[in-house]
């Protein structure tokens, strides 16, 4: 990487060279186990100028058009959409009339959510499997990928958007300016962009190495998000922090105003530098805390083998498939991963083949230990499993730091 795709500095850091990794979310069919499987770099860096964590996106975009992570497979996430919707409609909407798009609206479960509180609502979506999801449950799709083209159809066949919200996808964008760019020309004047994304400080704080993947190309600072803004034309008014996928923040952009800096935004800017996320040491630290995680939890799992113990994962994950490839967790430890999301079943993780099963299997074939790869989800996973608990089941939990449950 050359510069920052958020505000475009050259002092760039690198300080997690992960090594040569599969798609996080390239799960494979039984046949496709004999083929070659191709991986790409995944070189972890950070800018200097604005704290943005990020990993070059040299994965050709072909790849990413059949997706397989859907929310809808987690109470966690339709909480988190019902409460984004009722914010919406209460705070931003305006007249009932009113646009809202989702820019990488996955299966429809926010704009479904917001149906029924009021506005016209649109997605868009690059994946066509689930664009499909979302057709099926009544909501409009572009399948694109949202870009100045694609902000400029929208605005000539919808008019201008009172409201884009952006979820879970901000920091898949490689090209950011094109993206921030798109929202700005599809945004009315006095409207509002929402846009969640994972927060550098819980990833650095919390030890969540695993959030970067070649499809989680950035994690983000505030004063990322305020750079990139600027240079296209938004900017940021207001911060909300969000405790869903582990630590994020809930960023509202508009038009610029002459209000000129806001103090709720600069506390948050002047706490992400006090946190040290401009400074080199804070970054090595880091990379020795996740070498650290990685050997005690390494020596929990050959402790749990030795003693006779059999251990299945919990929850395929993405972020699960870049510790156990980065880990080198396979099959040798892992006998399966449950999932609850339907479109995993039968598949095998890219780079360890460890299959992956319906939850079910807990009770037909219960194992003594429980890997939670989706520990972000650690609350609701263990709540789901009280039996396998009171069974004599253990979990272990990884991240931030290893742990018997
Ligand atoms: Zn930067």
Same mark, same amino acid.
């Given at each position: 990487m050359n510069a920052c795709r958020a505000c475009t500095s050259e002092d760039l850091y690198l300080f997690l060279p992960l090594g040569d990794h599969p798609l996080a979310n390239g799960f494979l069919t039984a046949d496709q186990l004999g $083929?070659?499987?191709p991986t790409f770099p995944l070189d972890v860096y950070s800018c200097l100028g604005c704290g943005l964590i990020q990993v070059d996106d040299n994965v050709p975009a072909g790849f990413f058009r059949n997706y397989v992570y859907v929310p809808s497979a987690s109470d966690a996430m339709k909480d988190h959409f019902g409460g984004l919707a009722r914010m919406v409609a209460r705070d931003l909407l305006g007249?009932?009339?009113?646009? !809202?798009?989702?820019?990488?609206?996955?299966?429809? /479960?926010?704009?479904? %959510? *917001?149906?029924? *509180?009021?506005?016209?609502t649109l997605g868009v979506d690059p994946a066509s499997n689930i664009a499909a999801m979302a057709r099926a449950q009544g909501v409009e799709v572009v399948n694109e990928y949202f870009d100045r083209a694609v902000a400029a159809r929208i605005r000539a066949s919808h008019g201008p958007a009172s409201v884009i919200v952006t979820t879970n996808t901000f920091h898949h964008i490689g090209d950011l300016d094109e993206f921030t760019a798109g929202m700005a020309h599809l945004l009315a004047d006095d409207g509002v962009?929402?846009?969640?994304?994972? =927060?550098?400080?819980?990833?650095?704080? $919390?030890?969540?190495?695993?959030?970067?993947?070649? $499809? =989680?190309?950035?994690?983000?600072? !505030?004063l990322s998000v305020?750079?990139? &803004?600027?240079? /296209?034309?938004?900017?940021?008014?207001?911060v909300d922090p969000l405790e869903v996928h582990g630590g994020s923040l809930r960023v509202f952009l508009r038009k610029p105003t002459a209000t000129g800096p806001l103090a709720q935004v600069e506390a948050w800017t002047s706490r992400e530098e006090r946190h040290g996320l401009l400074s080199r040491s804070t970054y090595d630290e880091f990379g020795e805390r996740v070498d650290s995680v990685k050997q005690r939890l /390494? &020596?929990? /799992?050959?402790? %749990?083998?030795a003693g006779g113990r059999r251990i299945a994962g919990y929850g395929s994950s993405a972020r699960g498939n870049t510790l156990l490839n980065y880990f080198e967790i396979g099959t040798d430890v892992l006998d399966y991963i449950v999932d609850r999301n339907p479109l995993k079943h039968g598949l095998y993780t890219p780079g360890r083949h460890i299959p992956v099963l319906p939850a079910e299997t807990l009770e037909s074939a219960p194992p003594d230990d429980l890997l939670v790869l989706a520990w972000n989800f650690a609350d609701e996973i263990l709540a789901q499993q009280a039996g396998y608990r009171a069974g004599g089941g253990r979990f272990i939990v990884p991240i931030p730091e290893p742990r018997v449950v």
């Open positions: $083929e070659p499987e007249a009932p009339e009113a646009l !809202v798009v989702d820019i990488g609206c996955n299966d429809g /479960l926010f704009l479904t %959510s *917001l149906q029924q *509180l009021g506005g016209r962009a929402v846009v969640e994304v994972p =927060h550098a400080l819980a990833i650095v704080e $919390e030890n969540q190495f695993d959030g970067v993947y070649h $499809e =989680h190309v950035s994690q983000f600072t !505030v305020v750079k990139l &803004a600027r240079r /296209l034309g938004l900017e940021v008014f207001r /390494l &020596a929990l /799992l050959s402790e %749990s083998l």
